[in-house]
């Protein structure tokens, strides 16, 4: 089995994200003994939500600044979902960068529910096939992709999920993903 304990995928996330769409992910990750580390757009620690109710604060380890002088450190990237979070995120310049140049080098990215709009600012998506949460998929289809009503979907190095429900589905395409571009 190939293995994946020398990888870093980087985690990007604003205030707001969906608690469990990135502990989740990132669990799964760090049993597989791959580093995370968690970017955002200041060094505070970020506000995770559950669903409409505060979570819990996050220590974050790089800036979207820090983090796009060096996008070839990391060996994929992480976009976790929840409105607030995806809404704040696709507006920074910096993390639009930083993802483009992940998805561009053919890194894996991987994306649920909300946070493809992150994807979608960046300018990754046309002629891709993703998911994600339902109310996203017009905005999907107006920037060139193939949107499907699925738990998990694979396109090349995109891996995109719905919510929260399809999280194991997604980790397990994530962790094929990572083996797969590894070998």
Do not use: Y
């Not at 089995?1 to 980087?10: E, H, P, Y």
């Not at 580390?37 to 970020?46: E, F, G, K, Q, W």
């Not at 719905?162 to 999280?167: A, L």
Request: charged share 25%; glycine share 8%.
């Amino acid at each position: 089995m190939t293995t994946l304990n020398d990888l870093t995928v980087a985690i990007l996330a604003v205030d707001g994200f969906e608690q469990v769409e990135l502990t989740g992910p990132r669990h799964s990750l760090q049993s597989e003994g791959i580093r995370t580390v968690l970017i955002s757009a200041r060094t505070d620690p970020i506000l995770g939500m559950h669903h409409d109710k505060p979570g819990d604060r996050f220590p974050v380890d790089l800036t979207f600044l820090q983090a796009a002088t060096e996008p070839a450190v990391f060996d994929a990237v992480l976009l976790p979902g929840g409105v607030v979070n995806a809404d704040e995120i696709r507006m920074q310049p910096k993390a639009q960068e930083f993802v483009r140049a992940m998805v561009d080098a053919g890194k894996p990215a991987a994306v649920i529910c909300h946070g493809a709009w992150l994807l979608i600012s960046a300018g990754v998506v046309k002629g891709r096939k993703l998911t994600s949460w339902p109310s996203l998929q017009d905005d999907l289809r107006n920037a060139g992709a193939e949107w499907v009503d699925e738990e998990a979907v694979v396109d090349g190095n995109l891996v995109s999920s719905r919510k929260p429900d399809d999280i194991p589905a997604f980790n397990r395409a994530f962790l094929d993903v990572l083996r797969t571009a590894r070998r």
